[in-house]
């Protein structure tokens, strides 16, 4: 059975950082694209980052230069390192995996097709 | 940026109604246009793929058309399981992106 799990969640206040982990289970993380994405309480959904088999990596405009996504191939392993975290930061934080439609499309054309349960991220004083 | 439109914010139905909710992209995406479905607490679930692929495990009676900037999502014989929030989704251009949703609840 295919399970993404999230870990590293909790409250931070303004400025400080927090990182967030993502394992799988039933198909190896440092193969395929990951992504995160975020909802805010109440809000919709809003894409964070993603990271693709070959290592490239992209970032939302709003977390730029603050976060930084990154595989551990040897512990097939993702993390999210967030650094100055804003209030607008708070979210539920979703890991999920992006498979390619197919093998002779272009790279970057994908859909999250598993997804973790989420990790609530609290940026409060 | 794409721009991902969905309408309406809201709808409300019966159990075996059938329900369209569209999806507009502020430019073409081809058929790289893809459905999800949330329920309260829960993490999104992919429903379609590739504008009318639909997922493995998900009933036959959500299907999915459209291609270039305008699609649809279509629900018939609407079941109590499936009021919950909708949103569809781009990749073709970085950043993804995602309509701002639709709920369905119960008239």
């Known amino acids: 059975e295919v399970q993404v799990v999230e870990s590293g969640g909790g409250l931070v206040p303004p400025g400080g950082s927090l990182r967030l982990s993502c394992a799988a289970s039933?198909?190896?993380?440092?193969?395929?694209?990951m992504t995160w994405v975020r909802q805010a309480p109440g809000k919709g959904l809003e894409w964070v980052s993603v990271i693709y088999s070959g290592g490239s990596t992209y970032y939302a405009d709003s977390v730029k230069g603050r976060f930084t996504l990154s595989r551990d191939n040897s512990m097939d392993t993702l993390s999210l390192q967030m650094n100055s975290l804003r209030v607008e930061d708070t979210a539920v934080y979703y890991c999920?995996?992006?498979?390619?439609?197919?093998?002779?499309?272009?790279?970057?054309?994908?859909?999250?097709?598993?997804w973790g349960q989420g990790a609530l991220v609290t940026v409060s004083s | 940026d794409i721009q991902m439109t969905q309408s309406p914010s809201s709808l409300s139905a019966s159990v075996g109604d059938r329900v369209t909710i569209t999806c507009r992209a502020s430019?073409?995406?081809?058929?790289?246009l893809n459905w999800y479905q949330q329920k309260p607490g829960k993490a999104p679930r992919l429903l379609i793929y590739g504008a009318s692929s639909l997922q493995s495990g998900v009933p036959s009676r959500f299907s999915g058309s459209g291609s270039g900037t305008d699609f649809t999502l279509t629900i018939r014989n609407l079941q109590p399981e499936d009021f919950a929030d909708y949103y569809c989704?781009?990749?073709?251009?970085?950043?993804?992106?995602f309509g701002q949703g639709t709920r369905l609840d119960i008239k």
């Open positions: 989704q781009q990749s073709y251009l970085i950043p993804v992106s």
């Open positions: 039933g198909f190896t993380v440092s193969t395929n694209y």
């Open positions: 430019q073409s995406i081809s058929r790289y």
């Open positions: 999920a995996r992006g498979l390619r439609y197919s093998a002779y499309d272009r790279v970057g054309l994908f859909y999250f097709d598993y």
